[in-house]
């Protein structure tokens, strides 16, 4: 049997449970020790104005699996008919498979090499050719230089507010979390001091069903903070900096094709709606 061509089997082929299950153990042997800091928030949401349609047609699709199981290995012909017609089960169902395969687990911010493991998922989705629009990653770095005076509260609100699928909890908790920060890295002390600290403000997945679209953003949002001072009986100097980390990928699920590889996705896994969200959404 000659091996595949079509770029969505061969996609699928390197993800098989085999593959995925060798992969993590090399990155887990290649990122020991390596710890990052906590994250505040880590959010998955699905929107957009046929989202409602979208949900229902991922829901029958669950309910066929808690009736009658899923086994990946001889799926039901009921089954595939169902996630064939649901485009958006098989977005969460790719997605899922591209997340285990990179190691990352947005729910465990202090997993060693966090970011590095969020890196690898995008460059998996990247090569996933389920995506009509290639993800594509973004990169804003803004330096606020905002003291422990100033106003952190507005400017990190004004931050998170120009993401969307934040709510309000999600921005009271970065805001207090930022001001917390602040006070302890900027509060004056005498002699010589150096504070310095860093968080992931969140992560989040955001699906936006409109019509035939499904578009994906991914957002991961860094903090640091650091604070010198320096003092003498002839001089003294102090030196503050802050910066946000924010990185966007974009991309567009190919639903049109969906419908000839839902067979294909279904014999390595089937995430639907709520359980793609329970993996990647805390509280």
């Not at 969307?164 to 010589?192: C, Y």
């Not at 003092?231 to 802050?242: D, F, I, L, P």
């Not at 190919?254 to 294909?264: K, P």
């Amino acid at each position: 049997m000659s091996a595949p061509t079509d770029p969505r089997l061969v996609w699928l082929a390197d993800h098989d449970p085999r593959a995925i299950a060798r992969r993590r153990r090399e990155y887990l042997r290649a990122e020991l020790g390596a710890g990052d800091a906590e994250v505040v928030s880590a959010r998955a949401i699905v929107g957009g104005a046929d989202a409602d349609a979208a949900r229902a047609l991922d829901a029958r699709v669950a309910q066929s699996i808690a009736e009658a199981g899923h086994d990946p290995g001889d799926p039901a012909p009921e089954l595939i008919a169902l996630l064939a017609r649901s485009p958006l089960t098989g977005c969460t169902s790719v997605m899922d498979l591209a997340l285990e395969a990179s190691g990352w687990n947005p729910l465990a911010p202090d997993q060693a090499g966090g970011h590095g493991a969020f890196r690898r998922y995008v460059d998996e989705l990247t090569r996933t050719p389920f995506f009509t629009a290639p993800p594509s990653i973004g990169h804003t770095r803004l330096a606020p230089g905002i003291g422990p005076s100033g106003d952190w509260g507005a400017f990190v609100a004004s931050v998170t507010a120009s993401m969307p699928g934040t709510t309000e909890l999600d921005r009271k908790r970065i805001v207090d979390s930022v001001i917390h920060m602040a006070h302890a890295v900027f509060r004056p002390g005498g002699g010589t001091v150096h504070r310095e600290a860093r968080a992931t403000l969140f992560v989040q997945q955001a699906l936006a069903v409109n019509g035939p679209r499904i578009d994906v953003n991914l957002y991961y949002c860094q903090v640091l903070m650091a604070y010198h001072h320096t003092e003498s009986k002839h001089a003294s100097s102090t030196a503050a900096q802050s910066w946000f980390d924010i990185e966007r990928v974009e991309a567009a699920f190919d639903t049109a094709t969906w419908s000839r590889y839902a067979a294909e996705v279904a014999r390595r896994r089937i995430t639907a709606v709520d359980a793609w969200l329970s993996k990647t959404s805390a509280g």
